[in-house]
């Protein structure tokens, strides 16, 4: 966290940091024409993984004087996410696989490649600094975005009626993705 002030109560704040891993959920079903159901996304816990670059810029306001011990701060920004190695958990595989067996032995389903659409987050926080001495301070804060974005994804399988047949896409399909983080953060902190 990198945090200028602009005056004595007003910063701007630029938050980067590794990459967590964020787990997707699904809910509803995986048709295939003429067979229906091959899979009930609502019974996985999730359906895929994907790191989640979110560098964030906010604006804040803190409460009091520079000279007080304990300031209390209200903030609000922009969060941009971008999504990078997306993969499919194999229990979904398994169960594209396993729900009709002549399906999963003519065409052996799995889910393809998945592209989870880059988006911008509007953020709201709120904390408290807490001065240690001049230089050092302790920082306490609790965040929430509001992130909508798309991802896509294709379920591929044997395109002929035989095991030798070519793999290709069997069918693609689009979700709308909700993700709605509350982040805590606990720091220590040093004034130039």
């Not at 964020?22 to 790191?51: C, H, N, R, W, Y």
């Not at 904390?127 to 294709?154: E, M, P, Q, R």
Request: proline share 6%.
């Amino acid at each position: 966290m990198l945090d200028y002030f602009v005056n004595d109560n007003v910063s701007l704040e630029l938050v980067l940091g590794a990459p967590p891993e964020m787990e997707l959920s699904g809910k509803g079903d995986i048709s295939l024409p003429i067979v229906g159901t091959v899979a009930k996304l609502d019974q996985f816990e999730k359906i895929a993984t994907t790191d989640a670059y979110t560098p964030t810029v906010t604006a804040r306001y803190h409460f009091g004087s520079v000279e007080n011990r304990v300031r209390p701060y209200l903030g609000g920004g922009v969060m941009y996410a971008h999504f990078s190695n997306v993969e499919a958990d194999p229990a979904v595989n398994a169960e594209l696989q396993s729900r009709n067996p002549l399906v999963g032995n003519l065409l052996k389903p799995e889910l393809g490649k998945i592209k989870v659409d880059d988006a911008f987050a509007p953020v709201v926080l709120a904390g408290v600094d807490v001065n240690i001495n001049k230089d050092w301070f302790a920082t306490a804060s609790v965040s929430y975005a509001h992130l909508s974005t798309t991802a896509k994804l294709n379920v591929i399988g044997n395109t002929g009626l035989t095991p030798a047949a070519p793999r290709g896409t069997v069918l693609e399909g689009r979700s709308k993705i909700e993700i709605n983080p509350v982040v805590t953060y606990l720091g220590i902190g040093y004034r130039f």
